[in-house]
Each structure stands twice: as structure tokens, then as C-alpha cells.
Nanobody, 119 residues
Framework: QVQLVESGGGLVQAGGSLRLSCAASGSIFSINDMGWYRQAPGKQRDLVATITSGASTNYTDSVKERFTISRDNAKNTVYLQMNSLKPEDTAVYYC?????????????WGQGTQVTVSS
């Protein structure tokens, strides 16, 4: 079993910053890609950013130049630094990790953390 625990969400004014963290624990041999997704009310869950085990990154266009994804492989943790936040960034943010363990290669999700940006 693998657990992903997110933290760092909250309420912030437009233009402010937040840093999300997601720590993976449990039955883990290695972690491939890690990423952040978000889901606004009434909308589908969309990709925000991903990072490979080799630290190659990918961002959705709307967050480029504002958000930075990083990871600490020794701690099985992924981060999302969010700067210049906008009201349209308001959503529940979910962490995802592609984990190799005794069950093989599987994707796991965190429980989500709310980010609210006020105008």
C-alpha cells in the first residue's frame, strides 16, 4: 500500500504565493513520474505539472513562468511552488505518483488540498 500526503494549501490573495508538498510512503521500490493536478468545481481534473525521476519537467501553459515543480528523491517528496497566484488557480490540488512496488508499476493519488485565491 502507498500513501500520498499533501500539505500547504490554503487561502491567499491574488498575487501571493503558496508551496504545496506531497510525501509518498509505504511499499515503494522506486518512483517514476510525480505530478500535480487540479480540479475546480464542476470541472474535470487537469494536469498542472509533472516531473520525472531525472528532474525533467512539464507544465500546462497557464502556469508556466509562475509555478515550479521539484522533488526530493531521498524523501519521496514532490513540491509545487506557486507564485503570482490568480483567482483562476482556485481548485483542489492533487498529487500523483507512479510507483514501482511489489504490485508492479501503478499510479497513486493523494487526498487533495484546497487552494483558494481571492481577488
Amino acid at each position: 500500500q502507498v500513501q500520498l500526503v499533501e500539505s500547504g494549501g490554503g487561502l491567499v490573495q491574488a498575487g501571493g504565493s503558496l508551496r504545496l508538498s506531497c510525501a509518498a510512503s509505504g511499499s515503494i521500490f522506486s518512483i517514476n513520474d510525480m505530478g500535480w493536478y487540479r480540479q475546480a468545481p464542476g470541472k474535470q481534473r487537469d494536469l498542472v505539472a509533472t516531473i520525472t525521476s531525472g528532474a525533467s519537467t512539464n507544465y500546462t501553459d497557464s502556469v508556466k513562468e509562475r509555478f515550479t515543480i521539484s522533488r526530493d528523491n531521498a524523501k519521496n517528496t514532490v513540491y509545487l511552488q506557486m507564485n503570482s497566484l490568480k483567482p483562476e488557480d482556485t481548485a483542489v490540488y492533487y498529487c500523483n505518483a507512479v510507483v514501482f512496488n511489489i504490485l508492479g508499476l501503478r499510479g497513486y493519488w493523494g487526498q487533495g488540498t484546497q487552494v483558494t485565491v481571492s481577488s
